[in-house]
């Protein structure tokens, strides 16, 4: 079986600014991040598309120990957000001060702003990337 869509195309599609996914042509499902197979039906017809980068907030978590070469940016928030396309994604929320947010954040509208890089640790490969959202009005 071959990848529709690695790992490493998807983190470098996020550094331009794009979440990339897996449609199901079986049952329409999207699937983010890549896989082999739908996670819904299992099937491997998947077609890579571009998502919209936005959606709602379902769960946060302020972050106050940083794991490495993250050190300077503690405390931050982690977000999973829900897209408008269906699947849950991690990101981070900017916009917000850590020490200032609470449970009303969830149930609340973001969009993907851009990515943020980090530089990878010990076990990665090398750069990654996760999506930085913003609160909308």
Same mark, same amino acid.
């Given at each position: 079986?071959?990848?529709?869509? $690695?790992? %490493?195309?998807? /983190?470098?599609? &996020?550094?331009? /600014? %794009?979440? &990339?996914?897996?449609?199901?042509?079986?049952?329409? /499902?999207?699937?983010v991040p890549p896989c082999v197979?739908?996670?819904?039906?299992?099937?491997? +017809?998947?077609? $890579?598309?571009?998502? %919209?980068?936005s959606?709602?907030?379902q769960t946060y978590t302020v972050i106050k120990v940083a794991p +490495? /070469?993250?050190? #300077? +940016?503690? #405390?931050?928030?982690i977000v999973l957000v829900e897209l408008e396309e269906g699947p849950w994604i991690m990101g981070n929320l900017g916009g917000?001060? #850590?020490e200032e947010v609470t449970m009303a954040v969830m149930?609340?509208?973001? $969009?993907? +702003?851009?990515?943020s890089v980090y530089a990878g640790d010990k076990y990665s490969w090398g750069d990654l990337a996760r999506p930085l959202f913003t609160l909308l009005n």
């Amino acid at each position: 079986m071959q990848y529709k869509l $690695t790992f %490493k195309d998807y /983190n470098e599609a &996020l550094k331009q /600014n %794009k979440i &990339l996914g897996l449609k199901c042509g079986s049952c329409g /499902n999207v699937n983010v991040p890549p896989c082999v197979v739908c996670c819904k039906c299992g099937s491997s +017809e998947l077609d $890579t598309c571009e998502l %919209k980068g936005s959606g709602t907030i379902q769960t946060y978590t302020v972050i106050k120990v940083a794991p +490495e /070469n993250r050190e #300077p +940016e503690v #405390p931050y928030i982690i977000v999973l957000v829900e897209l408008e396309e269906g699947p849950w994604i991690m990101g981070n929320l900017g916009g917000v001060k #850590p020490e200032e947010v609470t449970m009303a954040v969830m149930g609340k509208k973001v $969009t993907m +702003e851009k990515a943020s890089v980090y530089a990878g640790d010990k076990y990665s490969w090398g750069d990654l990337a996760r999506p930085l959202f913003t609160l909308l009005n």
